[in-house]
């Protein structure tokens, strides 16, 4: 086990009691001290030093033809696709059909933003000497490392106050905003006025409508249910007299001896 960066301001005898309580198999401790250098930092066993980073010029290319020099906004080309270069068909998916791919650049086998091909060499030394050019000239500026940014300071000139001007022969402030309500026209009033009591007339004869018919329904369910209640007796009765004819039939084929049973079953 290594513990590493262990601040010095730690008391060693502190920090191996904290050691062997999570790792009760540690027995030797040996200590060493890492002198700070600047501009490098520790990775694994090595210092590696620390370089500024400077980010590379950026192209200006187009994502509708693919070619440089100018943005989709203002490309005239039908949009293609960036591998073989074949036009786009509107509600139709798009298969390359040769698995080479052709730079639109140069007509090579490469991908169209490659280092390798000749037009973007050239594109990149142009742009380079550009900005060099922009540089120098004091038209664009490169930020220093470790250099703040300026901080945002509110100009009079960027929001102007509104001024609160006297209208001419009032006394009252003019406002700025003022919300007004749109006045509807006496005409196009009273029509609206007509035709929502209209409206109201007819909600009102729909819902005595409604009325009645739920009455009408009501008194339908109360005679069929009595209908039911009629029918369950009519099926209780003639249940009954089928019994009573069986019974009858029974009596009059059976024997002495068959009728006194009958006779004892009919009384219980």
């Known amino acids: 086990m290594v513990a590493r960066y262990i601040a010095k301001d730690i008391n060693e005898e502190l920090a191996r009691r904290e050691i062997i309580k999570t ?40 994502t509708s033809c693919w070619k440089v020099g100018h943005m989709r906004g203002k490309c005239k080309s039908h949009v293609c696709c960036r591998k073989c270069l074949m036009l786009y068909v509107n509600g139709l998916k798009h298969t390359c059909l040769m698995d080479d791919i052709k730079c639109v650049q140069c007509g090579e086998n490469h991908l169209l933003l490659s280092s390798t091909c000749p037009v973007i060499k050239q594109y990149r030394d142009e742009f380079k000497v550009a900005v060099d050019n922009a540089l120098a000239s004091g038209l664009i500026k490169r930020k220093s490392p470790g250099e703040a940014s300026r901080p945002f300071q509110v100009q009079d000139d960027d929001f102007p106050t509104l001024i609160h001007a006297h209208a001419q022969g009032q006394g009252e402030a003019r406002r700025f905003w003022q919300a007004s309500i749109p006045q509807v026209p006496q005409a196009d009033q009273s029509n609206l006025i007509r035709e929502v009591n209209v409206l109201s007339a007819a909600i009102n004869a729909l819902s005595d409508t409604m009325t009645r018919v739920e009455k ?47 006779k004892k079953n009919i009384n219980m």
Request: hydrophobic fraction near 35%.
């Open 23 to 62: 790792s009760p198999a540690a027995v030797s401790f040996p200590t060493i001290y890492y002198q700070h250098q600047f501009g490098r930092i520790p990775v694994g066993q090595y210092y590696l030093p620390v370089t500024q980073f400077l980010p590379s010029y950026h192209m200006t290319y187009c």
């Open 216 to 262: 009408n329904l009501n008194s339908l369910n109360t005679c069929i249910e009595s209908q039911d209640k009629r029918a369950m007796l009519y099926n209780n009765s003639i249940n009954a007299i089928i019994d009573t004819c069986f019974t009858l039939s029974n009596w009059v084929q059976a024997s002495n001896s068959e009728r006194t049973k009958l």
